[in-house]
């Protein structure tokens, strides 16, 4: 007979083809994913996986199997989402998170979905979008809070908030002038790494506009970035609300500019199918936090 937990473990060995990510997603060995589906193969009587092929590959017989184990995947999650199963049963959620979220309303994403749902544990990573993808479609992470929109395939993206990209500086830094394309080669921009949109889009317009290239100094700290601009280094480029000193009576300040770059746009990336469902909920909280925070900072401003 097949088991369920072997249909599950073959299933994302072929979804996610590899072993040794599946191991990962589902908490186990790689010899414990490798035993399974050899149990597998010996009741079948043929071999499900190709695993001389890199990665590895399904048989015509393993896509048989992959299918009648997705569909059975499936209507076991209904049934445990009709019994609110998912609501009790113990769960890690691997969330990957970018730092703008984390110095706005990730606190208060965490403290709903804990209310909401008890029984989960967040493994978070904090990194810059294009990783997290990645990460999303190697298995690393079950669900992204990332920059967007993207198409990652096998995943689905629900739309979070804007933020405003602002510049702050030192007082005094620029003499109580405007930052404009003129002087803004004077100092280095402080901002996000060379594979992010602010950076890549800041560079292409003051080359335009200017016909030099920028001095920008890039990191993905945006506490690195808020120490070098008050310690005078240069000019923060970051998303509104993500500073610390931004709602203090600090030293930076926000520079008035007609420089203007589009805002940040924020999703979450989930995947469709299997295991998606508790995950279209946590995307739900997000989806509302976000709300919140943009509602609340509109009134303080």
């Given at each position: 007979?097949?088991?369920?937990?072997?249909?599950?473990?073959?299933?994302?060995?072929?979804h996610?083809?590899?072993?040794?990510?599946?191991?990962?997603?589902?908490?186990?060995?790689?010899?414990?994913?490798?035993?399974?589906?050899?149990?597998?193969?010996n009741?079948?009587?043929?071999?499900?996986?190709?695993?001389?092929?890199?990665?590895?590959?399904?048989?015509?017989?393993?896509r048989?199997?992959?299918?009648?184990?997705?569909?059975?995947?499936?209507?076991?999650?209904?049934?445990?989402?009709?019994?609110?199963?998912?609501e009790k049963?113990?769960?890690?959620?691997?969330?990957?998170?970018?730092?703008?979220?984390?110095?706005?309303w990730?606190?208060?994403?965490?403290?709903?979905?804990?209310?909401?749902?008890?029984?989960?544990?967040?493994?978070?990573?904090?990194?810059?979008?294009?990783?997290?993808?990645?990460?999303?479609?190697?298995?690393?992470?079950?669900?992204?809070?990332?920059?967007?929109?993207?198409?990652?395939?096998?995943?689905?993206?629900?739309?979070?908030?804007?933020?405003?990209?602002?510049?702050?500086?030192?007082?005094?830094?620029?003499?109580?002038?405007?930052?404009?394309?003129?002087?803004?080669?004077?100092?280095?921009?402080?901002?996000?790494?060379?594979?992010?949109?602010?950076?890549?889009?800041?560079?292409d317009?003051?080359?335009?506009?200017?016909?030099?290239?920028?001095?920008?100094?890039?990191?993905?700290s945006?506490?690195?970035?808020?120490?070098m601009?008050?310690?005078?280094?240069?000019?923060?480029?970051?998303?509104?609300?993500?500073?610390?000193?931004?709602?203090?009576?600090?030293?930076?300040?926000?520079?008035?500019?007609?420089?203007?770059?589009?805002?940040?746009?924020?999703?979450?990336?989930?995947p469709?199918?299997?295991?998606?469902e508790?995950?279209?909920?946590?995307?739900?909280?997000?989806?509302?936090?976000?709300?919140?925070?943009?509602?609340?900072?509109?009134?303080?401003?």
């Open positions: 007979m097949f088991s369920l937990r072997s249909l599950e473990i073959f299933y994302w060995a072929a996610l083809h590899s072993f040794s990510r599946a191991a990962e997603k589902l908490n186990t060995t790689q010899p414990g994913v490798s035993q399974r589906i050899s149990a597998l193969e009741l079948v009587g043929e071999p499900l996986i190709n695993r001389s092929s890199k990665p590895i590959a399904l048989t015509s017989v393993g048989v199997l992959y299918g009648h184990a997705e569909v059975v995947l499936r209507q076991v999650s209904a049934m445990e989402k009709d019994l609110a199963l998912h049963t113990q769960r890690r959620v691997r969330l990957g998170v970018s730092e703008t979220i984390v110095q706005t990730l606190s208060a994403f965490l403290e709903q979905s804990s209310r909401e749902f008890s029984n989960i544990e967040f493994d978070i990573t904090v990194d810059v979008t294009p990783p997290m993808l990645r990460a999303l479609l190697e298995g690393e992470i079950d669900m992204a809070l990332a920059l967007g929109p993207s198409v990652v395939d096998g995943f689905t993206q629900r739309k979070l908030n804007d933020f405003p990209l602002h510049f702050y500086a030192r007082s005094g830094l620029l003499g109580g002038e405007a930052l404009t394309y003129a002087n803004a080669s004077r100092f280095p921009i402080l901002t996000y790494p060379r594979n992010t949109y602010p950076y890549e889009h800041l560079r317009m003051l080359l335009r506009k200017t016909g030099r290239p920028p001095r920008i100094f890039t990191n993905s945006i506490s690195t970035i808020e120490k601009a008050l310690d005078g280094v240069g000019i923060a480029l970051v998303a509104e609300g993500s500073l610390q000193a931004d709602a203090q009576d600090h030293d930076l300040k926000q520079l008035s500019t007609d420089i203007v770059l589009p805002p940040l746009s924020f999703y979450a990336y989930y469709l199918g299997v295991g998606g508790i995950l279209g909920e946590l995307a739900q909280i997000a989806e509302t936090t976000a709300d919140r925070y943009a509602h609340a900072r509109r009134r303080s401003t």
